[in-house]
């Protein structure tokens, strides 16, 4: 039973509601990725709009602590169980996403201190940034959903080229098969 707490967080039940298409990322496509500077993992600040190259930013609820509990109803929320391996198929596949890109970013309203935990822990070969403020998803108009009283990112990746958002996956479902839709739209 220990060895299997352990490693829930990886897991992903059978039975998740998918999400559906709201049409809260319309929106994006085309659009210029704005000035606003986020706290990274590594302890600078980024200002995504200035990045030059390609990059993708993949955006997400929130991840789990080992020992500590996700919020209630955590798993009945569509689209909000599975950060945790999302951010972990990204790491694993790193190497390959880095043939196609300049940068690889994941994005999510917990602050800098908690993603550095994770970051540490799951030897993470890329950088979180925290939107605490919420200056990047106000900017872009990006979805969001209410849980104990925290505003939290909606799952959506987006794919940069010279500063414009030139694909965006949303909604993301399963979290684990983002990485391949980032690696499929990269080789088009």
Known sequence: MTN??????????????????????????GLNIPNVFLKSTNGS?????????????????????????????????????????????????????????????GVSTQNTKYQKELRDRLELPYEILSDSELKFQKSLKLPVFNVENKVLLKRLTLIIDSGKISKVHYPVFPSIKDVDWVLEELSR
């Open 45 to 105: 600040s980024v200002k995504l709009g200035e990045l030059e190259g390609k990059y993708i930013i993949f955006c997400y609820p929130m991840t789990g602590v080992p020992g500590v509990s996700m919020p209630n109803g955590w798993d009945e929320i569509p689209g909000a169980r599975g950060c945790t391996p999302q951010v972990c198929s990204y790491r694993d596949k790193f190497s390959i996403l880095k043939t196609h890109l300049d940068h690889i970013f």
């Open 4 to 29: 299997f707490h352990q490693n829930s967080f990886l897991d992903l039940p059978d039975n998740l509601p998918e999400p559906i298409d709201d049409g809260a990322a319309n929106h994006l496509l």
